[in-house]
C-alpha cells in the first residue's frame, strides 16, 4: 500500500551515461514533483507536473527531463551525467499544497 | 533576504523541555505554510499546515506572524523520538515551493 514509490533505491553509474529514476503514486493526486537534496542537505524543486503539463521548470540543466506516461507517473531522464549530479533526488505529490514524498534516490556518479 | 530562513541550529535539549524555531520568508503573497520532518537519510514528511494565525496538533504548535513574515514551530514536552530536522516550506507561487535549509533538533536522554 506503499504511497508514493520509486525505483531504483540506489543507483552508482559513471559520468557521460544517462540513467532513469522511476516514480509511482497511488494516492489520485493531480500534481507531482521532483526534488534534488544535495550533499549540504538542500532540498530544491526541480519539475513540477499537473495533470501530465509542466507547470514548474526550474533552472535545472536541459540533460534534466521528467517525463510523465500518466497522473500516476513521473520519472526523470538524466542524459550524459556528470559528477555534481551527485545527490539524493525524491519524487513527491501533491493534491494542494501538502507534499508527499517517496523514499528518496540516491544517486552517485563516478 | 533568501526566501526562506530557518534557525540553523542545531538545538540539543533534555526529554522533557520546550524548544521553538523561527523560521522567515520574503515573498509576503504566501498564503499558507508546512512544516516537514525529516529523519536521517528518509523523506520529508508533513508535519504541520498553517494557513491561518496558526495550528495546534498535540505537543506541536505552528504559528503565523504575516506582519512580520515568520513562521514558529513549538515542541513541547520533547520527546527522543522528536529528534530530526525540522524543515519550513513556504509556496511561491502556484506549485512551486521553497524548502528552507532546516533546523536540526536532538533530544537528549
Redesign the interface.
Known sequence: DTAVSQTPKYLVTQMGNDKSIKCEQNLGHD?M?W?KQDSK?????MF?Y?NKEL??NETVPNRFSPKSPDKAHLNLHINSLELGDSAVY?CAS?PR????????TRLTVL | RKEVEQDPGPFNVPEGATVAFNCTYSNSASQSFFWYRQDCRKEPKLLMSVYSSGNEDGRFTAQLNRASQYISLLIRDSKLSDSATYLCVVPVQRQNFVFGPGTRLSVLP
Open positions: 500534481t514533483y526534488y542537505k538542500f532540498l530544491k524543486i513540477s499537473n507547470i514548474i525524491f501533491s499544497g501538502e507534499q508527499f514524498f517517496g523514499p528518496g
